[in-house]
């Protein structure tokens, strides 16, 4: 796992908050970025070595998603009972980053293994997140898994580039920083 700081990882947990709260919803007119959820929670489990930090996130997107819902900037559309499928769906991404995290070394190889890492993790959560929307939202009269199976290629090749455009960021801020700031980043006060 990469080993930062407690400081480098109060910076980072704070950065992951705020590009997770700048890209959730509608809440900036004038901004429209794709949503960084999946891979805030992913970058996460790889970089911040508290367990409550998952929860807290969690618990940050779900208040977004309510405020935004009650202040009528985004519909109802998508808080159903299903919503709660997301606790699973942003674990396996957590939990993901976290098994990474042990695989880390820091190489041009491990880039590659990163790779896979997102793509599996973001297809399990595709699944859960996905599939449980279409099976338990309530909002598709008679699911069945032969009209869910092509929303897979419809959906997720989206998710996964967007997530996969922001775990990117982060990876070069990971080798801009220790190029910048050396064993400081990561050996600095625990």
Known sequence: M??????????????LALLLAMT????????????????????????????????????LASALDFSMM??????????????WMLV????SLWLGGRLYAGWHRDTLQ??????????VSA???????GGGFYFFSGRYPEPTLAAWLPRIAEYYPRFLSNMTFYVGVGSALYIASLAL?????SLGAK
């Open 2 to 15: 990469p080993i930062l700081s407690t400081r480098a990882q109060l910076l980072t947990g704070i950065a």
């Open 24 to 59: 959730r919803g509608s809440h900036f007119a004038s901004i429209n970025l794709p949503s960084a959820s999946w891979a805030v929670f992913f970058l996460a489990g790889v970089l911040l070595r508290p367990r409550w930090v998952f929860a807290g996130l969690f618990v």
């Open 70 to 83: 009650t202040s009528g900037t985004v519909s109802d559309w998508c808080l159903s009972p299903a919503y």
């Open 88 to 91: 699973p769906a942003y674990a």
């Open 110 to 119: 491990s880039l590659l293994l990163l790779a896979a890492v997102v793509a």
């Open 123 to 129: 297809f399990v959560c595709y699944l859960i997140s």
């Open 181 to 185: 700031f050396g064993q400081r980043l």
